[in-house]
């Protein structure tokens, strides 16, 4: 079964800070992964998504993700945090049934001046 | 103006009542998706509707209906709300093919006493 996996429930760092989010899916065939940022109060906006060729994905806003075949992971990267990335994070995973999308249980960032 | 919004935005109403969701889309998708987002359980499928006359069950639909009034609006109903279905619900868009990608609406806040 499709299965999307954030282990990191929160994570703090300092304003200027790298950043790496991680994310581990559990799919059968190459998957379509996503990246999703949920600010407070608003809907979700897409970062940045993989469907295949280069495994290294630029998104908006500065952030980058890995694809990593051998570890079953998509984890988020940014070489230096601003205050407004503050929000929530979700992973996911694009299924080819249903066309139905998989979520992780999301990982909120807090951005410390 | 948004491509995806819903109404109401917040709602709050007593158990046992009826309630409906309204989303609507300008974005000319085909499907669309009702989404409810709990604490620590990301986001889970509700229903999702390929066209106007095909509507399925995602994997929590009980106690939950829908329906699919036109190519751009999609209505989730609550026929009599119980406390545990206060949640964050989004509506969702995508197009036909295999791009996968999915436009969320600003959610509805619902809290049932």
């Known amino acids: 079964a499709q299965s999307v996996t954030q282990p990191d429930i929160h994570i703090t760092v300092s304003e200027g800070a790298s950043l790496e989010l991680r994310c581990n899916y559990s799919?059968?065939?190459?998957?379509?992964l996503f990246w999703y940022v949920q600010s407070p109060g608003q809907g979700l906006q897409l970062l940045l998504k993989?469907?295949?060729?280069?495994?290294l994905v630029q998104g908006i806003k500065g952030f980058e993700a890995e694809f990593k075949r051998s570890q079953s992971s998509f984890n988020l990267r940014k070489p230096s945090v601003h205050w407004s990335d503050a929000a929530e994070y979700f992973c996911?995973?694009?299924?080819?049934?249903?066309?139905?999308?998989?979520f992780g249980t999301g990982t909120s960032l807090t951005v410390i001046p | 103006d948004a491509d995806v919004t819903q109404t109401p935005r917040n709602r709050i109403t007593k158990t046992g009542k009826r309630i409906m969701l309204e989303c609507s889309q300008t974005?000319?998708?085909?499907?669309m998706y009702w989404y409810r987002q709990d604490p620590g359980l990301g986001l889970r499928l509700i229903y999702y509707?390929?066209?106007?006359?095909?509507?399925n069950k995602g994997e929590i639909s009980d106690g939950y209906s829908v329906s699919r009034q036109a190519q751009a609006k999609f209505s989730l109903s609550l026929e009599s709300a119980i406390p545990n279905q206060t949640a964050l619900y989004f509506c969702?868009?995508?197009?036909?093919?295999?791009?996968?990608?999915?436009?969320f609406g600003p959610g509805t806040r619902l809290t049932v006493l």
């Open positions: 509707s390929f066209d106007v006359k095909d509507i």
């Open positions: 996911a995973v694009g299924a080819f049934t249903g066309n139905q999308f998989y």
């Open positions: 993989y469907f295949s060729g280069d495994t």
């Open positions: 799919y059968g065939a190459t998957p379509y």
């Open positions: 974005k000319g998708h085909d499907r």
């Open positions: 969702a868009t995508s197009e036909t093919g295999d791009t996968y990608e999915q436009f």
